[in-house]
T-cell receptor, first 113, second 114 residues
Framework: EAGVTQFPSHSVIEKGQTVTLRCDPI?????LYWYRRVMGKEIKFLLH????????ESGMPNNRFLAERTGGTYSTLKVQPAELEDSGVYFC???????????FGSGTRLTVV | AQSVTQLGSHVSVSEGALVLLRCNYS??????LFWYVQYPNQGLQLLLK??????LVKGINGFEAEFKKSETSFHLTKPSAHMSDAAEYFC????????????FGTGTRLKVLA
């Protein structure tokens, strides 16, 4: 089966610009998660979708971040406007349920300059 | 609240030596625990998981971990290190309710010396 796909793999943008990250989960996985790792720190939860509904967005840093999941399939994470502290690696993961663990994508490395 | 502590951000072992990566957790409810590995330029790959069944869990690539409730630990071991084991390893905890979001440790980078 195809894995979790994220693109772009790298993005370098200037402060104040907008960036949209995309995640395509494994087909049939209702649960989709976004995580972020800032350099040298731990991987932190951003939000969780079940199908197209946001179940938990307690980890979203602020209202510059907007996540959507169209029709319960792929998801996008938009950062607008980007700030320097948004730099890091953004991971997407999908799962059919809690006993299975997650399948992670390769991540998007975002650099804001 | 849950938390995970991984002792040692960098660990070096000789090829063929025992690998021991430490993970201690804090959880007010019975946890689920996971170990993930990240190779360069790749995503996180599930090594093994504890979901309240057997306390000794065997995973891929010869790794195993033992859930010790009394010590709140879930250390990862491998009897004999290979050069290909060089990677970053993450321990994570979650609870089997709610959103199942993970709390990750800060990661341990394993270096294998020839």
């Amino acid at each position: 089966e195809a894995g979790v796909t994220q693109f772009p793999s790298h993005s370098v943008i200037e402060k104040g610009q907008t960036v949209t990250l995309r995640c395509d989960p494994i087909s049939g996985h209702d649960n989709l998660y976004w995580y972020r790792r800032v350099m040298g720190k731990e991987i932190k939860f951003l939000l969780h979708f079940v199908k197209e509904s946001k179940q938990d967005e307690s980890g979203m840093p602020n209202n510059r971040f907007l996540a959507e999941r169209t029709g319960g399939t792929y998801s996008t994470l938009k950062v607008q406007p980007a700030e320097l502290e948004d730099s890091g690696v953004y991971f997407c993961a999908s799962s059919p349920g809690p006993n299975y663990g997650y399948t992670f994508g390769s991540g998007t490395r975002l650099t804001v300059v | 609240a849950q938390s995970v502590t991984q002792l040692g951000s960098h660990v070096s072992v000789s090829e063929g030596a025992l690998v021991l990566l430490r993970c201690n957790y804090s959880s007010s409810v019975p946890p689920y625990l996971f170990w993930y590995v990240q190779y360069p330029n790749q995503g996180l790959q599930l090594l093994l998981k504890y979901t309240s069944a057997a306390t000794l869990v065997k995973g891929i690539n010869g790794f195993e971990a033992e859930f010790k409730k009394s010590e709140t630990s879930f250390h990862l071991t491998k009897p004999s290190a290979h050069m290909s084991d060089a990677a970053e390893y993450f321990c994570a905890v979650t609870t089997p309710s709610g959103t199942y979001k993970y709390i990750f440790g800060t990661g341990t980078r394993l270096k294998v010396l020839a």
